[in-house]
């Protein structure tokens, strides 16, 4: 597809056209071709002869140079991913979201430098600010994401990157993201956005006013729990940064795994769209729980900064947390007689997951969740698969009956 065109088609259609560009499906001088890119396992690439060596290629995707830097396996998911985020030059793939987490600030972070990292981020984006870049004379500062003011009087010409996210791991409160993008821009600063909860389909980061987006594909692009992989895509300028960076590091995903995750690619429109619509039903339901205190799902109208998620998100997923009216053996009993719910970290897999969270893993600027009093409040994250809708509802029913049942 053309640019112009892949502006017009939704983004249905795009999931399906995305990265399946003629000349990686088929045979030169051959008619027809297969479906999907092939899986091209190459370390050398071969050149014609000495004076092709001698003239070198560019270092971009789509030339055969080195299997560092990617084949047409590759090249074909980092295709689909960049036009899946609109405002997109290109995209680089990484072996985690984290490596590309890290990779994002070690591009625009040097000596001196302080990043801003919302104080809703996942928790490893904490620990690469803090503790990794600080062993390079990086300095790393919490904001409250919410408080846009302080957020501005905290930006100095020191602050060369901001870490986003929205909604926040855990906490799952929509953030202004257009208007703290916007300071950060104002400022010279370069705001990266973890958009792994909605995707660019969910919330078009770059449009938004984002300059870098990442998104652990681990999460929704791959969505069978069975492979890790990071991206970063951006405008073109950006990308000739972490283009570089990346390749100083090293960084490349096997042609195996970036298979899989175009494969997974391919339903996430229809498994998100699934997904949302359970997690929407479901946390309905518990707003009218007695267990439960609060929901903290941005996709109903209760959930935190609903209002700003109408505004700027064409679609969500079905992550989202709730608090318990107990303590945390009243907790694990509720997690443990859960039938469809597997205990795990990660999320956004065709399956449903629970896991316990505390407050101390949420929020340090302000209480949490916002306006009540977060002590010994417990809470459960919940990724919502694709199971029916009412089988997870009447499993949830029978984590409450164990809960009640001490
Ligand atoms: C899981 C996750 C990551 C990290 O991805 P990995 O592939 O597990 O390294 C980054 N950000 C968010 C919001 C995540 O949930």
Not at 216 to 225: D, P, Q, Y
Request: aromatic share 6%; net charge negative; glycine share 10%.
């Amino acid at each position: 597809m053309s640019d112009s065109e892949n502006h017009k088609v939704t983004a249905a259609t795009k999931l399906v056209s995305a990265g399946r560009r003629r000349k990686w499906l088929g045979v030169e001088g051959q008619k027809g071709s297969v479906v999907n890119p092939p899986v091209w396992r190459a370390s050398t690439h071969l050149f014609e002869d000495c004076a092709d060596l001698a003239s070198g290629r560019p270092d971009e995707h789509g030339h055969f140079r080195y299997g560092r830097a990617g084949g047409p396996t590759q090249w074909a998911l980092a295709d689909a991913l960049t036009q899946l985020e609109p405002g997109a030059h290109s995209t680089e793939l990484y072996p985690s979201g984290v490596a590309a987490l890290s990779i994002a600030m070690l591009c625009v972070l040097r000596p001196g430098d302080e990043v801003l990292v919302t104080d809703n981020a996942y928790g490893p984006t904490n620990w690469i600010a803090l503790s990794m870049l600080s062993q390079f004379g990086v300095t790393a500062k919490p904001f409250d994401p919410l408080d846009l003011e302080s957020f501005a009087a905290m930006i100095s010409d020191k602050t060369k990157a901001v870490m986003l996210e929205s909604p926040g791991s855990l906490t799952m409160e929509i953030c202004d993201i257009p208007a703290l993008a916007s300071i950060a821009r104002d400022a010279g600063a370069i705001s990266i956005i973890d958009n792994t909860w909605a995707t660019g389909i969910g919330f078009p980061a770059l449009e938004r006013g984002c300059d870098m987006s990442v998104m652990a594909l681990t999460k929704h692009a791959s969505g069978h729990s069975d492979v890790m992989m990071g991206s970063i895509s951006a405008g073109k300028e950006m990308m000739k940064k972490v283009r570089l960076m990346t390749q100083f590091m090293g960084q490349v995903v096997s042609p195996d795994d970036a298979a899989l995750v175009m494969r997974g690619l391919r339903t996430m429109g229809v498994r998100l769209e699934h997904s949302t619509r359970s997690a929407t039903e479901i946390a309905s339901w518990l707003q009218h729980r007695p267990e439960v205190t609060s929901v903290l799902c941005p996709l109903i109208p209760e959930g935190p900064g609903h209002a700003m998620y109408k505004r700027d998100f064409t679609g969500g997923c079905g992550l989202f947390s709730f608090l318990l009216k107990g303590d945390k053996a009243d907790r694990a009993r509720f997690i443990d007689a859960l039938e469809h719910f597997g205990i795990g970290y990660s999320w956004g897999g065709y399956e449903s997951l629970a896991i316990p969270i505390d407050p101390e893993h949420g929020r340090k600027l302000r209480t949490w969740p916002q306006g009540t009093n977060s002590d010994g409040a417990v809470g459960v994250r919940v990724s919502i698969g694709l199971e029916g809708t009412e089988d997870l509802i009447r499993d949830i029913e029978g984590g409450f009956a164990a809960m009640r049942s001490a």
